[in-house]
């Protein structure tokens, strides 16, 4: 429908001349009835295009007439036709539809990419976060201003222009086939939206929610969000442990995504470990002996955090475990279970 509504002038312009071109035949059968079809139509093509061959036959007075009205009315129609045609080309909205095109035909191959919903301040640190990590993602945006700062920004980004609220651009973006789902839309109603409809497409994907108001995270929540982040209430709370305990969370800022240059912090789940590994001591895993990298915190199949768990420690089901290491020791680890 989208696509329809693009092509809308031009569509009805062909659809103009259709109908010139109908009433023409139609109106030189009935005013000449020595005409045959062909004849009909060969008069009709000969008289809207202006080119001037001779007539079938010698016009009667009625005939004139209905010839006059026909070149005026194909005239304003050919002047429609053509006008809207080079609209399309000067304002490049043939080479904006093709773009449009190459983009559903990209998302529609994706398989585990990120959604993010919104390029405001907080989408547009997400994006950067996933170009860092050459995590496949793609945008959702509805703001003109907005796209033209992604395609300056982020070139080779895929964007999806619509409101993120309706299913049908989520299908656009993919969201049957994503592993997780970045919402940081400026309304805590519209992220609502965007995690109910979310949720209903998609039952195993990761949501995570941008909220302004405290009583929003609960509805999030309820709604299907795993993950629901204030940025205000962050922010502050930030700046507050930065007066408290600078060096520590200046350590935290370096491995963490935002800030991280020559290290990385990764989680491996016990689904991603090759069979070999699974229900294996950290020891018998011994990751730091095969990559040099460290474990330095598991998440328990109840959602509890070991932090500097012992050697001793089992990898079971459900428990997820944070790697910390270099770019290089990470790539080692991450060929090592193949993820």
Do not use: W
Request: charged residues 20%; proline residues 3%.
């Amino acid at each position: 429908m989208r696509n329809f509504s693009r092509f809308t002038n031009i569509i009805f312009s062909f659809l103009f001349l259709i109908l010139v071109l109908i009433v023409g035949v139609i109106g030189f059968l009935i005013i000449e009835p020595e005409y045959t079809f062909l004849e009909a139509v060969y008069m009709t093509i000969i008289t809207i295009s202006t080119v001037g061959f001779r007539e079938v036959h010698e016009p009667s007075q009625g005939t004139m007439i209905f010839i006059s009205l026909l070149i005026v009315s194909s005239f304003g129609t050919f002047a429609y036709a053509v006008s809207a045609i080079s609209a399309y080309i000067i304002d490049g909205e043939f080479r904006a539809y093709f773009k449009e095109y190459k983009v559903k035909s990209v998302v529609s191959k994706l398989k585990n990419h990120v959604v993010i919903c919104g390029y405001g301040r907080n989408g547009s640190q997400a994006v950067t976060v996933m170009e860092k990590h050459k995590q496949p993602f793609v945008i959702v945006e509805n703001d003109s201003v907005a796209i033209e700062d992604i395609k300056k920004h982020s070139p080779e980004a895929l964007i999806v222009v619509g409101d993120a609220t309706h299913d049908e651009i989520l299908m656009e973006a993919g969201i049957k086939n994503a592993k997780s789902l970045i919402t940081t839309l400026p309304s805590d109603s519209n992220n609502l939206f965007v995690v109910l409809s979310a949720r209903s497409i998609n039952k195993n994907l990761k949501i995570i929610s941008r909220a302004s108001e405290d009583n929003s995270d609960k509805k999030l929540r309820i709604a299907g969000a795993n993950n629901v982040i204030m940025p205000d209430k962050i922010g502050g709370a930030h700046m507050a442990s930065l007066v408290m305990k600078p060096d520590i969370i200046e350590f935290i800022d370096y491995i963490s995504a935002q800030e991280q240059i020559d290290i990385n912090l990764e989680e491996i789940s016990f689904d991603e470990l090759p069979s070999k590994f699974k229900n294996k001591t950290i020891t018998e895993i011994g990751i730091r002996q095969l990559t040099g990298a460290n474990i330095i915190g598991l998440k328990g199949s109840e959602g509890d955090f070991v932090i500097n768990p012992k050697p001793t420690t089992i990898i079971t089901s459900k428990i997820k475990m944070f790697v910390l290491g270099t770019p290089d020791q990470i790539k080692k680890l991450k060929e090592l279970f193949h993820v």
